[in-house]
Each structure stands twice: as structure tokens, then as C-alpha cells.
């Protein structure tokens, strides 16, 4: 008897990116409909990823998201609205990266530099 799972990869249960949840379980801990979901991929909002037999499937990081797009819709955010809102928090997070990234070098440089004078 062969192992059903060949040929997957195994996904870290801690790894916010996996996507695990399915359209039916997300909308269960959010508390909206299904419907609502379908059409905030539709809209492209927040895109889940699809599995094998092609049912939507939702990683922790993306239900955070969601979250935000509820809170936001609440507050009367249109759909083109959050959009906008959620691409600017990906570019400050990306700048936020690049920006730690830059300052790990500077520091880097400087402790050579310290190791330098020393000798």
C-alpha cells in the first residue's frame, strides 16, 4: 500500500504563508458569510490560494487581512478604498524590511570597522 501523501510537501504548522483553511472555516471565525469571501476574491482584495481540486484555501496571514478589509468595510472603506489602503501597508512593510536590511549592514560595516581600530 503507497503513501497517500507522496509527492506533497510537508507544511510547517507554524508558518503564517501555508494555506490551511478552507472558504467555509474562515468565514465560520470571522463570522460573515461565504459569500462575502467569494467576492472579496473575486474583487481581488484578498486572493486565497486554490488547492489541487481547485476549493479556495486561506493562510493565517491572509485571514488577518481579511480582518483588516472587514474593519475597514465597517467603517465604510469602499472595496476601491481598502485596496489602496492594503497596498500601501505592503509598501510600507517592504520599506520597513529594506530599511531594517540597510541598517544591519551599517551596523555590520561599523563593528568591522570598531574590530579594525582595535588591532
Known sequence: ????RRGREPVELDD??????TVGQVAQLLGV???QLRRLDEQEVVRPS??????????RR???RLRDVLDLTSDGVTLA????VLALQDQVA?????LAE??????????????GDGA
Do not use: C
Request: glycine residues 8%.
Open 33 to 35: 458569510p461565504v459569500a
Open 1 to 4: 500500500m503507497g503513501n497517500p
Open 16 to 21: 503564517a504563508d501555508a494555506a490551511l483553511y
Open 102 to 115: 540597510a541598517e544591519a549592514r551599517l551596523a555590520a560595516r561599523d563593528a568591522q570597522r570598531s574590530d
Open 50 to 59: 486554490r488547492s489541487e481540486g481547485n476549493q479556495r484555501r486561506y493562510s
Open 94 to 98: 517592504d520599506l520597513e524590511g529594506r
Open 62 to 64: 491572509q485571514i488577518a
Open 81 to 84: 478604498g481598502v485596496r489602496r
